[in-house]
């Protein structure tokens, strides 16, 4: 098993920066595939980036691409989300979540089998 808890959201200005940060507990991090999810209020939970194991390959959706950029440190057990020029659309609650398998519609929620409790993100225009 494994446990996750984001860090590093925040109140920024439209045009902004922040760097979400995702810690996760256990000796086999490496082992998981990893991706991030954001949910607004009154919205379904949507998919936002994901980075395999080895983090060689990286997945992100049309709304964010050239914005936000994932990376992770085995070494640390963490994986980032980056995100610039950020948008007030942007705002909601940030979740990371991790799955020992890949799986070819990564996008979906169903197919991640650990959630962290998510950091706020707001983006004021």
């Known amino acids: 098993q494994v446990q996750l808890v984001e860090s590093g959201g925040g109140l920024v200005q439209a045009g902004g920066s922040l760097r979400l940060s995702c810690a996760a507990s256990?000796?086999?991090?490496?082992?998981?595939?990893m991706g991030w999810f954001r949910q607004a209020p009154g919205k379904e939970r949507e998919f936002v980036a994901a980075?395999?194991?080895?983090?060689?390959?990286?997945y992100y959706a049309d709304s964010v691409k050239g914005r936000f950029t994932v990376s992770r440190d085995n070494s640390k057990n963490t994986v980032y989300l980056r995100m610039n020029s950020l948008k007030p659309e942007d705002t909601a609650h940030y979740y990371c979540?991790?799955?020992?398998?890949?799986?070819?519609?990564?996008?979906?929620?169903?197919?991640?089998?650990?959630w962290g409790q998510g950091t706020q993100v707001t983006v004021s225009s």
């Open positions: 980075i395999t194991w080895s983090g060689s390959t990286t």
């Open positions: 979540a991790a799955n020992q398998v890949y799986s070819s519609d990564y996008w979906r929620t169903k197919n991640y089998n650990y």
């Open positions: 256990g000796r086999t991090f490496g082992n998981y595939f």
